[in-house]
């Protein structure tokens, strides 16, 4: 079984930095992409950021050069260092792995629970 755990939301005024981390455990393999998505309230989940295997990264638009992600690859956990916040980043925010479970076997997304990221004054 595996299990992707979210850290590091919280309330934060705008302007503030937050820094969300995610730990991927149990029965795996090999980890390729592992990312950040969010869902604001009313909205699909959209793709925040995410890191390949390889150290490709890609960035949503909006977020690019505010927002850092990186990975440990010994530790299979991957982080998002949030600066400059603004009300609009405000949404739960999922961790999000592609992972095989076994050698050469098939990769399966997997999603933590997600973490709360609220922005205000």
């Known amino acids: 079984q595996v299990q992707l755990v979210e850290s590091g939301g919280g309330l934060v005024q705008p302007g503030g930095s937050l820094r969300l981390s995610c730990a991927a455990s149990?029965?795996?393999?090999?980890?390729?992409?592992m990312g950040w998505y969010r869902q604001a309230p009313g909205k699909q989940r959209e793709l925040v950021a995410r890191?390949?295997?390889?150290?490709?990264?890609n960035y949503a638009d909006s977020v690019k050069g505010r927002f850092t992600i990186s990975r440990d690859y010994a530790k299979k956990t991957v982080s998002l260092q949030m600066n400059s916040l603004n009300p609009e980043n405000a949404a739960v925010y999922f961790c999000?792995?592609?992972?095989?479970?076994?050698?050469?076997?098939?990769?399966?997304?997997?999603w933590g629970q997600g973490t709360q990221v609220t922005v205000s004054s």
């Open positions: 999000s792995a592609d992972i095989s479970t076994i050698l050469d076997g098939p990769r399966w997304d997997y």
């Open positions: 149990g029965s795996i393999f090999s980890i390729n992409t």
């Open positions: 890191k390949t295997s390889g150290g490709s990264t």
